[in-house]
């Protein structure tokens, strides 16, 4: 027999004995079940056998009954975000010139930071890829601040940015264009549009760069955007009018109905919305006007009205015009 052969069966051997090892420490001896470790305890799921004690514990030395008793606890940092373009990872300099205690900094010790401050921010951006990102990410999270947008479309327009700067789709386009692209994506995909009239009030740059920016990255990145629901607006705008509930349920149904008869085909969501809107406060006797439902909308009221005799002919199965 070679010594090859002999190796390969002595380190056979080992690995064998080694998971045999493996399972005798995570089985019971008494009854083979499952162990598992309950703060410096080993103890079996199946009998309760406490099989090993004195661990080393690696939780955390307190104990905590609610999440805001277990935020004043903690002493780590805060989770990776990708809405910052260091991920949250670096260090960051408060601006106010006071020490733990709140007490002013003297003149030496403010001049000091200020330096601080200067170099800190330097080696954050180290290159023009970095620089770019945190400029876009300043965007976005302004954008989305004004648009009332939740923090999970601020991280999903994040990534997106990310994903067009990786795949190298800035070339001959804004780094505002893009990121509001991104935004406006972001804000579709989680159900929560805006329109494009709302998108370009809070961007620096023209509707129809929006807009052509817009197709090409959802093309290049190969997003899975949805047509815009009309009923996705309805909540906001009933809000916005302070509409009843009843009011906001009736707008649903007239959509609803509008679908069932294909009216919405070809037809702006945002107007269609807008109209709904308005015609379900006129059905529930609540005031308001197609001059408030234009405004808080941005739609015209040529629009609205277009719209309303519409989705109430369709509700009474009357033939379109």
Same mark, same amino acid.
């Given at each position: 027999?070679?010594?090859?052969?002999?190796?390969?069966?002595?380190?056979?051997?080992?690995?064998?004995?080694?998971?045999?090892?493996?399972?005798?420490?995570?089985?019971?001896?008494?009854?083979?079940?499952?162990?598992?470790?309950?703060?410096?305890?080993?103890?079996?799921?199946?009998?309760?056998?406490?099989?090993?004690?004195?661990?080393?514990?690696?939780?955390?030395?307190?104990?905590?009954?609610?999440?805001?008793?277990?935020?004043?606890?903690?002493?780590?940092?805060?989770?990776?975000?990708?809405?910052?373009?260091?991920?949250?990872?670096?260090?960051?300099?408060?601006?106010?010139?006071?020490?733990?205690?709140?007490?002013?900094?003297?003149?030496?010790?403010?001049?000091?930071?200020?330096?601080?401050?200067?170099?800190?921010?330097?080696?954050?951006?180290?290159?023009?890829?970095?620089?770019?990102?945190?400029?876009?990410?300043?965007?976005?999270?302004?954008?989305?601040?004004?648009?009332?947008?939740?923090?999970?479309?601020?991280?999903?327009?994040?990534?997106?940015?990310?994903?067009?700067?990786?795949?190298?789709?800035?070339?001959?386009?804004?780094?505002?264009?893009?990121?509001?692209?991104?935004?406006?994506?972001?804000?579709?995909?989680?159900?929560?549009?805006?329109?494009?009239?709302?998108?370009?009030?809070?961007?620096?740059?023209?509707?129809?760069?929006?807009?052509?920016?817009?197709?090409?990255?959802?093309?290049?990145?190969?997003?899975?955007?949805?047509?815009?629901?009309? @009923?996705?607006? *309805?909540?906001?705008?009933? %809000?916005?009018?302070? &509409?009843?509930?009843? $009011?906001?349920?009736? !707008?649903?149904? +007239?959509?609803?109905?509008?679908? @069932?008869?294909? *009216?919405?085909?070809?037809? %702006?969501?945002?107007? &269609?919305?807008?109209? $709904?809107?308005?015609? !379900?406060?006129? +059905?529930?006797?609540?005031?308001?006007?197609?001059?408030?439902?234009?405004?808080?909308?941005?739609?015209?009221?040529?629009?609205?009205?277009?719209?309303?005799?519409?989705? +109430?002919?369709?509700?009474?199965?009357?033939?379109?015009?």
């Amino acid at each position: 027999m070679s010594n090859s052969n002999v190796t390969a069966r002595t380190r056979t051997n080992e690995v064998s004995r080694e998971e045999e090892r493996e399972s005798e420490e995570t089985a019971c001896p008494e009854c083979s079940g499952n162990l598992v470790m309950q703060g410096a305890e080993t103890v079996c799921q199946d009998c309760g056998l406490v099989v090993e004690t004195d661990e080393i514990d690696r939780g955390p030395e307190w104990r905590a009954f609610d999440a805001k008793e277990k935020d004043e606890k903690s002493r780590v940092g805060a989770p990776t975000t990708n809405m910052m373009h260091d991920k949250g990872l670096s260090t960051n300099i408060d601006w106010r010139d006071k020490d733990a205690y709140g007490n002013s900094l003297g003149s030496n010790q403010r001049k000091k930071m200020q330096r601080l401050r200067k170099w800190n921010e330097r080696f954050r951006t180290r290159d023009s890829k970095e620089r770019n990102l945190k400029q876009a990410l300043g965007e976005i999270d302004r954008m989305a601040s004004a648009l009332g947008l939740p923090e999970n479309v601020r991280e999903t327009a994040s990534v997106i940015y990310r994903r067009a700067l990786d795949e190298d789709l800035l070339p001959g386009r804004s780094i505002e264009g893009v990121s509001t692209s991104s935004v406006y994506a972001a804000a579709r995909q989680a159900g929560v549009p805006r329109s494009l009239d709302e998108i370009t009030e809070v961007s620096r740059v023209e509707k129809s760069e929006i807009a052509r920016t817009y197709r090409y990255v959802v093309r290049e990145l190969g997003l899975e955007v949805q047509p815009a629901d009309p @009923e996705s607006y *309805v909540p906001r705008f009933a %809000s916005d009018l302070d &509409l009843s509930e009843e $009011a906001e349920l009736r !707008a649903r149904k +007239l959509l609803q109905n509008a679908k @069932e008869q294909g *009216v919405h085909s070809g037809k %702006s969501p945002v107007g &269609l919305a807008a109209a $709904a809107v308005y015609a !379900a406060a006129l +059905l529930t006797n609540e005031k308001t006007t197609q001059a408030a439902v234009s405004e808080v909308a941005d739609i015209s009221e040529v629009t609205i009205r277009n719209r309303y005799h519409e989705l +109430l002919e369709a509700e009474q199965g009357l033939p379109m015009a």
